[in-house]
């Protein structure tokens, strides 16, 4: 069995830490490491407000600034420590990676926004070894160790693709991922074409989008069952976190196994 990475969404402002907590000590339990990346999207936004500065988001990427950079650290490092101290809280054996020390970061030219160049693995596997459960803040540096904004859930693609982990899964604040977002028509299962035809038709607001887009990196790239669930449905967590066979109407998955994914 492989890692399974966790994605925790800031939409859900620590209301799935419990969740959370009880689903990994049963992966850990069976022997199977876990790893958790968050976002903190909320949190970043409010104490950008609160320094005054407003930043558009293009394709639901936040368009950082020189000046911005500082808060969406401060914001990140708060997440990472309110989740690791309840997640300890709870007994889970967690170390904290909030200093950008795992996604290498490079410049795309949008200023301080940035994308994933590499991630590095060696850090992550060391205390996956020891036993513990890495949470790690989203942003990057570069070699030259400045600091980019990336988005969370391009930074969990990519760190379940370095691991080569079995499985990904994203909790966010809804049910999963609407074919239909007025209609709230769930997707249950999906195929990569069926994410792609909707994405092209606009099927997607903000969040949603970076998402959808790394839900199809991952599962190109090696990840062979990736899930969108509503985190503070424990059952839906502990379904998608331990894998099923009995599918219950919530949660999108898309798994390679089950639609013969291609590359
Ligand atoms: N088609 C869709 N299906 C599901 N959610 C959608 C859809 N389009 C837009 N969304 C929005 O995406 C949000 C989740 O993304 P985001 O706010 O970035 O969450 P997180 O912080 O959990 O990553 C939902 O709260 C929902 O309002
Ligand atoms: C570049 C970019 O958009 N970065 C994100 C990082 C946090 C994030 O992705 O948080 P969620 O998972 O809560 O959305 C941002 O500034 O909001």
New binding site residues.
């Given amino acids: 069995m492989g890692v399974i990475v966790i994605k925790l ?3 859900l402002e620590g209301s799935a830490e419990t969740a959370v907590a009880s689903a990994v000590q049963d992966a850990l339990r069976r022997g199977w490491p876990v790893v958790l990346v968050h ?4 949190r ?1 936004s409010k104490r950008l407000r609160d320094a005054g500065i407003e930043l558009p988001f293009v394709q639901g ?2 368009h ?1 600034t020189e000046e911005a950079m500082p808060h ?1 650290m401060a914001a ?1 490092a708060e997440c990472n420590r309110d989740i690791v101290e309840s997640l300890a809280r709870h007994g889970v054996p967690v170390v904290a990676f909030a200093d950008g020390e795992i996604v290498v970061a490079k410049d795309v030219g949008r200023q301080r ?1 940035g994308e994933v160049a590499g991630v590095r693995v060696d850090a992550v596997r060391q205390a996956i070894s020891s036993g513990r459960v890495p949470v790690i803040a ?1 942003f990057g540096r570069d070699a030259a160790g400045w600091a980019y ?5 391009h930074a969990a693609s990519h760190i379940a693709r370095a691991l080569g982990a079995a499985r990904l899964v994203f909790l966010t604040d809804v049910p999963g991922i609407y074919r239909d977002f007025k209609a709230r028509d769930l997707l249950l299962d999906t195929t990569p074409e069926e994410l792609e035809r909707l994405l092209r038709e606009g099927a997607f607001g903000a ?1 949603m989008v970076p998402k959808v887009n790394a839900v199809l990196h991952a599962v190109r790239h090696g990840v062979r069952e990736v899930w969108v669930v509503d985190g503070r449905d424990q059952e839906a967590v502990r379904m998608a976190a331990m894998g099923t066979n009995e599918r219950r109407a919530a949660g999108t998955r898309l798994a390679a196994h089950i639609e013969g994914v291609t590359a």
């Avoid at 976002?39 to 909320?42: A, K, M, Q, S, T």
């Avoid at 904004?149 to 859930?153: G, L, M, S």
């Fill in positions: 969404g800031g939409s976002g903190g999207g909320p970043i990427l936040r950082t969406v990140l926004t989203p904004n990336i988005n969370a859930d969040g």
